[in-house]
């Protein structure tokens, strides 16, 4: 249940032990995520689809009938004007794992279904940006297709789902619409969380979160090094847009500056996860990104192998594509990796 998601008191040390991070830690209530309340009624009984069954208004041609051992990668390609490349076919893509070439088993450029949030900060620092950010997830949402769905987090100190997964775009306007602006900034606890409720609850093997944070973060639980090794869990892209400038730019020879940590965190996140950043220098560019945002995750690839690597070992496993159409330089875009099954 969603809501008992949120609700949920975690342990810190089952929750690090899972990512390596820690070992023997004492078991505590986790601050950033203990009674994070969900407002309307929780979702019921909603059990993720088998692999190798269609959802519920999910294009057929986007099922995935290879079977479980399927590792299916979501790639963006982009031109040297950094302008998507919809043309490709699979002979010019090659995948490797661990630097060892894969076959490629499935490939597919349909546009897909996405499960994806709106996770938003609404800490007092975002309050003069709040008509942009509003516009921003409603441009997204006007863009709805059949077999979406979305949810919404904003978090202060704390992340709060303010809207579970639904199929109707108009939940997430009237959420955004009654967002209450104050307090201060939890973006990665905001982060991990709502990637892991996506990753678990999302209906479409394609699943996404738009993060809209100034990153000036003070009230995290996680640290910067621990959320990057946490997002290898998860087969979710993130996307973020960095409102950065308002941020301390003075670091020293021993220190980052604020603005310098918040913008390699999330570039750091970013790409990780094969989503994209962005750092708008004006409030309207808040709401043209949100265009290229939804551009970008309706027109990707999706790649799939099966690992010559057959072992249930838990371990993250890097991967690279390389694209080659004999013309152009070409640059694709996806997860650095995965965390193969541990059994």
């Known amino acids: 249940m969603a809501t008992a998601f949120f609700r949920k008191t975690l342990r810190t040390a089952t929750i690090l032990t899972l ?3 820690v070992a023997g830690a004492t078991a505590t209530t986790h601050p950033a995520f203990a009674a994070a309340a969900a407002r309307g009624q929780e979702r019921p009984g909603k059990k993720p689809p088998r692999p190798d069954a269609p959802t519920s208004g999910q294009d057929p041609n986007d099922t995935i009938k290879v079977g479980t051992d399927l590792i299916v990668m979501d790639v963006s390609v982009f031109d040297a004007g950094n302008r998507f490349v919809a043309d490709l076919k699979q002979d010019q893509f090659k995948i490797f794992e661990n630097q060892i070439e894969q076959k490629i088993e ?8 996405v499960s994806l949030g709106f996770v938003i900060d609404t800490s007092g620092s975002m309050r003069s940006r709040r008509n942009e950010v509003v516009e921003a997830v409603k441009i997204l949402t006007r ?8 949810f919404m987090v904003d978090f202060k100190n704390k992340p709060e789902l303010v809207e579970e997964f639904t199929p109707r775009a108009a939940d997430i ?3 955004v619409d009654n967002i209450v602006w104050s307090g201060g900034t939890a973006m990665v606890d905001a982060i991990q969380v709502s990637a892991e409720y996506a990753n678990k609850e999302g209906k479409n093997r394609r699943k996404a979160i738009i993060v809209i944070s100034d990153g000036d973060d003070r009230d995290s639980y996680f640290s910067h090094g621990q959320i990057v090794k946490l997002m290898q869990e998860y087969d979710v892209q993130v996307y973020i847009i960095g409102i950065t400038d308002d941020l301390d730019g003075d670091g020293g020879i021993f220190k980052k500056s604020s603005k310098a940590k918040a913008t390699g965190l999330i570039n750091q996140i970013a790409t990780e996860t094969g989503g994209r950043s962005f750092f708008p220098r004006t409030n309207t560019e808040i709401t043209e990104i949100a265009r290229q945002i939804n551009a970008d995750l309706r027109t990707q690839y999706s790649i799939g192998f099966v690992s010559t690597n057959d072992k249930k070992d838990g ?29």
């Open 19 to 21: 990512s390596g991070l």
């Open 106 to 113: 499935y490939f597919s450029r349909d546009e897909a279904p």
């Open 315 to 343: 371990t993250f496993r890097k991967i690279v594509i390389r694209v080659d159409d004999g013309k152009r330089k070409l640059v694709p875009r996806s997860r650095n990796g995965y965390t193969a099954p541990k059994g």
């Open 173 to 175: 306007d009237d959420a």
């Open 143 to 150: 863009s709805a297709k059949r077999g979406d769905e979305y």
